[in-house]
């Protein structure tokens, strides 16, 4: 599903981000991503979403070469990905149904179907009575439901969240753990991108760990080892 | 793609409401850079008609001596007519001549007593030449001056023109001159005003752009919606201050046109009217491209 060979990003004048990094993710997998900041987490998952290219190295996400990915090809991509983020990016004068409905509307979905797939992931993230709210009106586990519920609506072959529980307390926290979990156990392959060791040590999942650049450790049902 | 041209409207519409503050705040500033520079075209206008009034009234008379063959009148205005710079001359008869001279005078009676007394009319005919512009005046003159049939012109009224004349040229030439120079500054600070605005209301809305293109927005979908929102704002800001400067408009005019005699057959309306393209249409084109630019330039920034 996603492959990085021999990945390196370099960053002007003397900052290597990530040095030839090799891994592969099968689809359906859930891998968690492991470091201390400025490790190169992040910087794998702009890779993987084209924000950046790499400096060298090939990385093919689905079969789909996106080493030297052409602009307009990056929005085809993104709908392929869902991606969650730590300080959720929900749009604060909009609805939780607009904020889902959004991504679906910049890619042409019709109005049926828009209502139609918004009320079938807030089922899955279990928010579906708070469909006319807005972001202020939730609790911080809710927004953070609600953006995965967004990232959901392309059905995308691979979600990635990028530290989802970093501004949770612990209980939302893994509350957002275990609804990754229930995603992944519906066929999605989830890279979990965190620095927290109790939901790592949890999940008992694939484990990449990476310390300045490099994958130190790789390992199936691994544990949170820095 | 007809549901995402119906998108892109209903996205322009929404964040303009969203942000009503905002929309209102650069429609206000809008209405005040339209309408200065349509004050300052339409002023300019008036200058440069007014000019064009005056030098209008500015001729050559070849007051001819009396009794002279129609024949060899005839010949002399052909002659003129070979020079360039001369627009049409007019023919007035020794006895249309007579007539207005009676007329200019008619309220000093001993002028018009001693022309009674006379038999014969004292008065030759007089061709009158305008020139296609200004400048011709003095090739003209200098061609009047070398013509063979000197006996025939008994005087030539220019003299007293000729100061007017030159000082009509400088003063014609300077004062549009320097209208187009701080018309030409005020139009390039209006549009930095209004680049930097619009650049600004994006640089707001950053946050939802980046959103938009995580979750697989074009670039284009991304920014047609704030190219719309511009429009929306330009349109809206042009109709206002179109309305406001046609009731200024309909309040100076009689003012400029006591001093500048800018028309005689025209209203304020029926002005505008005339130059509605020169003074709105190309402003409005300007902006319309000047949002164009400045959005794509925005836009672009944190797109990239």
Known sequence: MIKFSNVSKFYYPDNYALRDINFRIKSGEFVSIVGQSGAGKSTIIRLIIAEEQATEGKIVIGGWDITNIRRRGIPILRRQIGVVFQDFKLLSKRTVFE???FALETTGVTTQKIKQIVGQVLKIVNLKEKINRFPDELSIGEIQRVSIARALVHRPKVLIADEPTGNLDPINAQDIINLLKKINEFGTTVLLVTHNRESVNYLKARVITLEKGRIISDRQQGRYIL | MFINFKRIIKFAGQDFLRNFWLSSITIIILIMAFFSISLLITLNIVLKQSISAIEKKVDISLYLEPNIDQEKINNLKNQLLVCPGIEEIKYISAEESLTEFRSEHQDKPLII???????????????????????????????????????????KDYLQHKILIQQLNKISYHLVYFGLIISSIFILISILFVFNLIRLSIYTRRKEIEIMHLVGATDWFIRLPYLVEGLIHITIAWIISFLFFTLFWQWLFPYLNIFLEISNDLSATAFLQRYFGLIFGIEILGFFLLNILSSGVAVDKYLK
């Open chain 2, 113 to 155: 007593e001693s022309l009674d007394e006379l038999t014969n009319n004292p008065l030759g005919a007089t061709l009158v030449i305008k020139a296609k512009s200004i400048n011709d005046y003095f090739t003209i003159l200098n061609y009047v001056n070398n013509l063979p049939e000197q006996e025939l012109i008994q005087h």
């Open chain 1, 99 to 101: 904020n889902i409905a």
